[in-house]
């Protein structure tokens, strides 16, 4: 994918739902309807919400964009999220034509080299949001004949296999869709990271090329795996946002520099899209 949008469109707009379910426990799947110039957005890329005319919480939220899909009746963007405090305990409430404002869609998304053969999608939890779209995206750009792909192996991983999400979407995307849980309730017993690591030998440093997202434990481990052999890696990195679009700074991420002091970028307006490589991680 050479067109990432480097500028994005920062408008905030209404967003009405048009669905909205609960697709595991504490998982939502939200689709909204858009005005059609978010049709022009690429996988990586986010919105930040928050429910119109509401000021608790003051701050949006960011989630990645899931999917997009264009009918004659308009453009429909899904956001799958996990509850984990008020912001989304709120969206958790919300019913069909409730409204949201949205602004987006912001970052830089996944950039996919037009040398790159193998591909390899790592997701852990809720992180496979991004991953889903991008699968579909580069599949569909694959039957377009526009990349040189042969293959693209999702490795998917969860805590149990009820939260294996978008499960039927990159087995229908992917030439091949391989299972990791934490209890051993489906494919691997053990973490998606390990699952990775077991298959690294399919991969090398000149036709391969893996795109990560989950929680920082595991981008972390998956960062160390492909730093070992030299395979190019692209995280989707998650920090806490205020702002959006690089004014706030609150969202800043270590990075490796050339002189002595380390180097900070922002995962809003900088990524959330990064190469694993450039990242200084916590536990590294
Ligand atoms: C670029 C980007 C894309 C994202 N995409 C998705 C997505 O597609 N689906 C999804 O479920 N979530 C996604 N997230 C995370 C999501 O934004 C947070 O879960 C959400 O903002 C939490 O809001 P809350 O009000 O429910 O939680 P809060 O009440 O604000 O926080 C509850 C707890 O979660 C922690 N927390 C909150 N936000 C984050 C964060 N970003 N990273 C780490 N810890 C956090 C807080 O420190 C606190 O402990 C994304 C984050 C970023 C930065
Ligand atoms: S959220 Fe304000 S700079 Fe990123």
Redesign the pocket.
């Known amino acids: 994918m050479t067109n990432t949008i480097k500028e994005s469109k920062k408008s905030i707009v209404t967003a009405r739902i048009v669905d909205h379910y609960e697709v595991a426990r504490n998982h939502f799947l939200m689709s909204l309807k858009v005005p059609s110039y978010f049709q022009a957005a690429v996988p990586g890329q ?1 919105v930040m919400m928050r429910v119109k005319g509401r000021e608790d ?1 003051f701050l949006p ?4 964009i ?1 999917f997009l899909n264009s009918h004659n009746t308009g453009t429909i963007m899904g ?11 709120i969206f958790s409430r919300l019913k069909k034509d409730d409204e949201l404002s949205v602004m987006g869609p912001l ?1 830089n998304g996944f950039n996919m080299p037009p040398d790159r053969k193998k591909i390899a999608l790592v997701a852990g939890g ?1 992180g496979v ?1 991004p991953l889903s779209f991008l699968a579909e995206y580069l599949k569909r750009q694959t039957n377009a004949s526009a990349q040189g792909i042969e293959e693209i192996v999702c490795f998917l991983g969860a805590s149990t296999s009820q939260l294996l999400l978008d499960r039927g979407r990159l087995a229908d995307a992917c030439s091949k869709l391989m299972i990791s849980t934490d209890d051993g309730s489906d494919g691997y017993h053990g973490t998606v990271t390990e699952l990775f690591q077991n298959h690294i030998d399919s991969y090398t440093d000149n036709d391969s090329i893996v795109f990560c997202c989950g929680p920082d434990p595991m981008m972390t481990g998956v960062a160390g795996i492909v730093k070992k052999y030299s395979i190019p890696c692209q995280v989707s990195m ?4 205020a702002c959006g679009v690089g004014a706030c700074l609150g969202c800043a991420v270590r990075v490796k520099s050339h002189g002595d002091r380390p180097r900070y970028m922002t ?1 809003c307006k900088d990524g ?1 899209v990064f190469d694993s490589k450039d990242i200084i991680w916590k536990q590294a």
């Open positions: 986010f919480p939220r960011p989630f990645s899931n956001i799958l999220y996990k509850v984990i405090g008020k912001g989304t305990t970052g809720v949001a998650e920090e806490r946002m995962v959330p």
